[in-house]
């Protein structure tokens, strides 16, 4: 491993975490004030200046399709620390997340992420489930966009995991059509095994749109497949 890579590596971690400070206090201030959008254009900002400390370069593919105007489910892959960050930063309009509840109690990510506005969703208390299924429709009928990843965990080998069937539960239960995305190049990266960041280039591919009606009429298994497949589809291509 060139020392080199490992210097800036360390380099990128020290700058991350001086940039999470404001961000923190950002979160902080626009939860006191009740408005999570308020510093959003800031938010994103950071989250590509945290991806461009480790030498991420991020390009997209197919995100100008994308209605803005509207709010979507984006289902993507999960591969490392770095997924949010390329989601929050680079996705259209406002967006937050599905995240499983235990994570809440973590110290510092508990109450950013808390502030933040993400959506907590447990896979073990069936009546805390029910309450996720509410939140995320209430998020969604005032326009925030939902970002899922079905996977579950990040990828130990770079391939797509088995989708959980839990997200699309939520997905028909919100009425929301689905875009899945797909971030190319991110195992390259940074893989699970290892704290080394390679720098280079991750794209982020946005797929064909699961319109509203088919989602509607779809059950749980075949939106977990169909998803599925159109992510993989852009991974692979």
Known sequence: MKLKVIFATALGYI????????????????????????????????????????????????????????PHI?????????????LYGYLPGYARGVELDEHFSWPVW?????RLGTIPISHTDTKKAISSLAAAAKAFSQGTSIIILPEGRR???????????GPFRLAKHTG???????????????????????PGRVELKFGARIEAEEVAQSSERQLRELAKARVQELLSN
């Open 155 to 165: 990828t130990r080998d770079g391939n797509l995991q088995m989708f959980k069937r």
């Open 74 to 86: 984006f289902i993507a892959n999960h591969v490392n620390l770095f997924d949010l960050f390329i």
């Open 110 to 114: 508990g109450t950013l992420t808390r």
């Open 176 to 198: 929301a059509d689905i875009i899945p995305v797909a971030m190319k190049g991110a195992w390259e990266r940074k893989t699970v095994h290892s704290f080394v960041v390679s």
């Open 15 to 70: 700058l991350g975490v001086l940039t999470l400070i404001p961000i923190l206090l950002l979160i902080l201030i626009q939860s006191l004030l009740g408005n999570t959008r308020l510093f959003n254009p800031l938010l994103k900002f950071a989250c590509r200046s945290i991806l461009l400390f480790f030498g991420i370069r991020v390009s997209c593919a197919g995100r100008t399709a994308v209605d803005r105007t509207e």
